[in-house]
């Protein structure tokens, strides 16, 4: 197995999600986190034999992240690593890691609060961030907290998220100090105070609309469908195109009613 970025930190990933349960993976893109990590966790003694979840944002990142892993163990897909997405599943008694979607890991947080049988929770590339995610990252804290003081939590995410959100800050500093004479002090006591809680409050809003948006026009499109798969991909695409002027749409009206209500 070829060497990759990745498994320099692995002795201190195991480590530490030994003694915290909760941990944040920073790497940069193509290091290897996606099927290395959940591989060399498996056999954790604090894991238990119990199962590993992995969360991809899309259906199409899952069904390839499991068929590699199970590829390096050299064993058919299905056996100890399976996947399981929107009308496709593929494991067995025996499979120990599962690659899924945000959106069925909180179908089965309702079903299963408890997550009976899993040991670990990994969501990879959280930076791709959306209600689904969200939902379930919180469905997840709420059950660790309540229930499954026992489960783990495992965020991994590329370091150029992180840079680009510093490198932004940097970005006004700069401008600031240099072009407008000001501080870095005064700066972050500006930036401190230039968010108020109107802001969190119509970004919050906004979610909830665009997310209802989404989900009626899907639904709609998604009942009507006729006409086999070529239907299927004529809805889809008829969907997305509709999402996006209606959520530009109730953007605008948004940006109006907070503007002239400031």
């Known amino acids: 197995m070829n060497q990759l970025p990745i498994d320099e930190v692995l002795p201190r990933l195991r480590t530490e999600l030994a003694a915290r349960r909760r941990l944040v993976l920073q790497a940069p893109p193509g290091a290897g986190k996606t099927t290395r990590v959940p591989l060399a966790l498996l056999g954790e003694p604090w894991l238990a034999g119990r199962t590993i979840l992995m969360l991809e ?149 906004k979610s909830l609309v665009f997310g209802l948006i989404i989900t009626m026009v899907g639904c709609y499109e998604g009942f009507s469908v006729k006409g086999g798969a070529e239907g299927v991909g004529k809805a889809t695409t008829s969907s997305v195109v509709m999402s996006i002027f209606l959520i530009i749409f109730a953007d605008v009206i948004f940006t109006a009613f907070f503007y002239y209500t400031t």
């Open 57 to 205: 944002p899309r259906r199409l990142a899952a069904r390839a992240a499991a068929a590699y892993m199970a590829e390096l163990l050299g064993e058919p897909l299905g056996e100890s690593v399976g996947y399981r997405v929107r009308f496709d599943s593929k494991g067995s008694a025996r499979t120990r890691i599962q690659v899924g979607t945000d959106g069925i890991l909180g179908r089965r947080l309702q079903q299963d609060p408890e997550l009976t049988g899993v040991g670990l929770v990994i969501f990879d590339e959280f930076h791709e961030r959306h209600l689904h995610s969200d939902l379930a990252l919180a469905l997840c804290l709420d059950s660790m907290e309540a229930l499954r003081d026992d489960l783990a939590l495992l965020v991994m995410l590329p370091c150029l998220t992180l840079v680009s959100d510093l490198m932004g800050i940097l970005g006004g500093a700069l401008f600031e100090v240099y072009q407008l004479d000001q501080t870095f002090r005064m700066f972050l006591t500006a930036t401190r105070d230039s968010l108020v809680m109107r802001d969190i409050t119509t970004g919050l809003i």
